[in-house]
């Protein structure tokens, strides 16, 4: 069982990293294209702050519903087939993680850029501080909302046991 925790704690600081990587460069990427950023742009790296913490808060919320997969798969003998399985567990719960940040997060930008009357892009590369500061922390905001429901949603896919329910 101690070989197991290890395994999921490599797992998940790998795992969390390259999510994090992922979704800094696929955002960074993007956001390059909309605007014409100088790299000393203090806003956009303000910006990018709030949505690597959004990132983050978002993916630790599967991290307790592959610890429970994991546990409950693991109950018995160690072999390989199980930490195969486990793998797969926590990798599918790090995929829904990740496409629901890229959710979440898009579509956050896109209606806080949509319902003020600020170019928010045109502030960024002016370096507005104030609307980088308040983007983030919505974003942030946006994240801590939502990031117990895509716990939630993985957690339905844990295969529990049945258990006998008294109707």
Same mark, same amino acid.
Not at 80 to 106: D, E, H, N, P, R
């Given at each position: 069982? @101690?070989?197991?925790? =290890? !395994?999921?704690?490599?797992?998940?600081?790998?795992?969390?990293?390259?999510?994090? !990587?992922?979704?800094?460069?696929?955002?960074?990427?993007? =956001?390059?294209?909309?605007?014409?950023?100088?790299? @000393?742009?203090?806003?956009? &790296?303000?910006?990018?702050?709030?949505?690597? =913490?959004?990132?983050?808060?978002?993916?630790?919320?599967?991290?307790?519903?592959?610890?429970?997969?994991?546990?409950?798969?693991? /109950?018995?003998?160690?072999?390989?087939?199980?930490?195969?399985?486990?793998?797969?567990?926590?990798?599918?719960?790090?995929? +829904?993680?990740?496409?629901?940040?890229?959710? =979440?997060?898009?579509? &956050?930008?896109?209606?806080?850029?949509?319902?003020?009357?600020?170019?928010?892009?045109?502030?960024?590369?002016?370096?507005?501080?104030?609307?980088? #500061?308040?983007?983030?922390?919505?974003? !942030? &905001?946006?994240?801590? /909302?939502?990031?117990? #429901?895509?716990?939630?949603?993985?957690? +339905? !896919?844990?295969? #529990?046991?049945?258990?006998?329910?008294?109707?």
């Amino acid at each position: 069982m @101690k070989s197991i925790i =290890i !395994i999921q704690t490599i797992l998940a600081f790998l795992l969390g990293i390259s999510s994090l !990587i992922l979704v800094y460069n696929l955002t960074n990427r993007y =956001i390059s294209s909309r605007v014409k950023l100088d790299s @000393k742009n203090q806003s956009f &790296g303000i910006f990018q702050s709030g949505l690597v =913490i959004s990132t983050a808060l978002i993916l630790s919320s599967v991290i307790n519903p592959a610890i429970n997969a994991i546990r409950i798969i693991s /109950i018995g003998n160690f072999d390989l087939m199980l930490a195969f399985k486990s793998m797969a567990y926590v990798l599918i719960f790090f995929a +829904i993680g990740v496409l629901f940040t890229l959710i =979440i997060v898009g579509s &956050g930008v896109f209606a806080l850029f949509r319902m003020t009357s600020v170019d928010e892009w045109v502030e960024l590369s002016n370096d507005n501080k104030a609307i980088a #500061y308040i983007s983030a922390a919505i974003l !942030i &905001g946006l994240a801590l /909302i939502m990031d117990q #429901y895509i716990g939630h949603l993985c957690e +339905i !896919i844990v295969p #529990y046991p049945e258990v006998f329910q008294i109707n």
